[in-house]
């Protein structure tokens, strides 16, 4: 489990990290997004002890990290930004230094088996990890996280570099980690953090902007007053009816989706549900209603207005 | 602090440093044994002792200048700095890898007093004196040197600057003697590497020098742990 309370740095003058808070539970896995220079490595980084606080407090399992910085490490597997790799080592002696690093108390050659089987890199156990490919070194930098089993996995940008099929290998694997360990994943691919993330934390500006349910995320912030309406009839015509509708705020069909239809935007005030409006509109006007659904947000559309400073409201820091 | 040392030794002979380190100090100390000892058919190494005191102002900055220059720049630190280990562990497990290095040179000195005693009587004792003198002071230079390179993320940096460091501290007693005012030049004169290694090499056991290079050692340890100290906290 990690506690993070009111934690804060400075550099200088400068805010990177400002007052941040949250918690995750075992066996929970937490997707970190945020654009470039928000804070998340940052954060990452004091979580992991490599970095100092200068204000709050990071607990890992129980144990601040400042306080006990050696049993606080021996907690994380940690994947920084550019892994940590020895590029004139073998994979294989690679990850013999870091399990005894690590002072790691398992059976050494049957972990370092599992440890090389479960991220497909047995096969070049034995290269020069300069020789490597990135897809390939990020994979060694994963494993390197994976040895000792740490309880706690924090991992800055895992899948970058990789191809789309080891993406979705990896992805698989977080997953299967995420059952039985504490997983922190960064990422700046979105479907990803959707994909395999329980709970996701979206910074800006080293602030928490929003903390929840990938699935709330999106839910809290679809609306039943944006509709996307396909309607057979006079373009012109139902421009103006829908636009004399009570408290339309835009509408648009630039979009011929066939001949002589289009597609029609349309946006109301927050909380008026103008659906049935429409639908009696176009019975009125004998036109036919080909499609019409409310505009689901995706994960991408909140990211964005959230970091582009839109105003969205989010319930900020529920914590759980 | 083991599994650093061991793979820094092992570092040290996966890339070139250990061979070029090795040769060079062999060849040069294997020159003027052969010229002073061999061809003049002498017993006493004591030149052979002070050549290697002008090496290792040159070939120690070779051995620590990628120590810590070359974790910084590869962003491997991370990789230790976020380990469960102490700060101290990591500087002492370089240190240690880098001074295991220096023993292998210098102890070709032992072979040298053989080949001596198969044609006469070689002064064991000077010469254990004489070898545990590099000894201390390889002890405080590495421990300079491997500081220098923990200031900087390039090797090049980190060797020129621990040449000058030592090449500093071996030049003290040229300085002092230029210094007219009196206690300046007492300490600068106390601060002499050459003057205490030099008592060594006429078979003077000086317990103060010792504990001066141990200290030495000790202290930029110290000041390497600070600095990544500092660096996490900054």
């Known amino acids: ?320 | 602090m083991g599994a650093i040392y061991r793979r820094e030794v092992g570092a040290f002979f996966t890339s070139s440093i250990a061979y070029i380190f090795l040769a060079v100090f062999y060849i040069f100390s294997g020159l003027f044994f052969s010229l002073n000892n061999i061809s003049a058919g002498s017993t006493d190494l004591s030149f052979v002792f002070s050549t290697m005191f002008f090496m290792s102002i040159f070939l120690i900055p070779i051995l620590t200048m990628k120590l810590f220059s070359e974790e910084k720049k590869q962003r491997t630190e991370q990789g230790l700095l976020t380990a469960p280990v102490s700060l101290t562990g990591i500087v002492l497990g370089k240190y240690f890898a880098a001074l295991t290095m220096y023993v292998i040179a210098v102890s070709i000195v032992f072979i040298y007093g053989l080949i001596l005693s198969l044609y006469g009587t070689v002064a064991w004792l000077t010469l254990l004196s004489n070898y545990l003198a590099v000894l201390l002071v390889g002890a405080a230079f590495i421990a300079i040197g491997l500081f220098v390179s923990s200031l900087t993320e390039n090797q090049v940096a980190a060797a020129v600057g621990g040449i000058i460091c030592l090449a500093m501290l071996f030049l003290i007693d040229v300085i002092a003697s230029f210094v007219k005012i009196s206690w300046l030049q007492g300490f600068l004169y106390d601060l002499s590497f050459y003057t205490r290694y030099y008592e060594f090499t006429c078979g003077i056991f000086n317990l103060s020098s010792v504990l001066f290079y141990l200290s030495t050692a000790v202290l930029f340890n110290f000041f390497t742990v600070r600095v990544f100290e500092k660096r996490r906290w900054s």
């Open chain 1, 1 to 320: 489990m990690i506690e993070v309370r009111n934690l804060t740095k400075h550099y200088g003058d400068k805010k990177a990290v400002n007052d941040i808070s949250f918690t995750v539970n075992d066996g929970e896995i937490l997707g970190f997004l945020g654009p470039n220079g928000a804070g998340k490595s940052t954060t990452m980084n004091m979580l992991t002890g490599y970095i100092s606080s200068t204000s709050g407090q990071a607990l890992i399992n129980g144990v601040d990290i400042l306080e006990d910085p050696i049993k606080a490490k021996s907690f994380i597997g940690y994947l920084p930004e550019i892994p940590p790799l020895y590029v004139d080592m073998t994979v294989h002696s690679y990850l013999n230094f870091v399990f005894d690093l690590k002072k790691c108390k398992l059976p050494r050659r049957s972990h370092l088996k599992d440890v090389l089987t479960l991220c497909k890199i047995i096969d070049v156990e034995n290269r020069l990890i300069k020789n490597l490919s990135k897809g390939y070194k990020q994979r060694v930098g994963l494993a390197q996280a994976l040895i000792g089993n740490p309880p706690v996995l924090i991992l800055d940008e895992p899948t970058v570099g990789l191809d789309p099929k080891q993406m979705v290998e990896i992805r698989t694997l977080i997953k299967r980690l995420g059952k039985n360990h504490t997983v922190i994943l960064s990422s700046h691919i979105l479907s990803e953090i959707q994909a395999v993330c329980d709970r996701v934390i979206i910074i800006n500006h080293g602030v928490v902007a929003a903390n929840d349910t990938a699935t709330n995320l999106s839910n809290k912030v679809t609306t039943d007053h944006r509709i996307m309406a396909r309607i057979d009839g006079e373009r012109a015509e139902i421009l103006q009816a829908i636009r004399a509708l009570n408290g339309i705020k835009y509408i648009r069909a630039d979009m011929e989706r066939e001949p002589g239809i289009y597609e029609y935007e349309i946006e109301a005030e927050q909380g008026i549900d103008i659906r049935r409006d429409i639908n009696q509109i176009c019975r009125a006007h004998e036109w036919d209603i080909l499609t019409l659904r409310t505009m689901e947000m995706t994960l991408e559309d909140i990211f964005l207005k959230i970091t582009m400073g839109e105003n969205i409201q989010i319930q900020k820091g529920a914590g759980k």
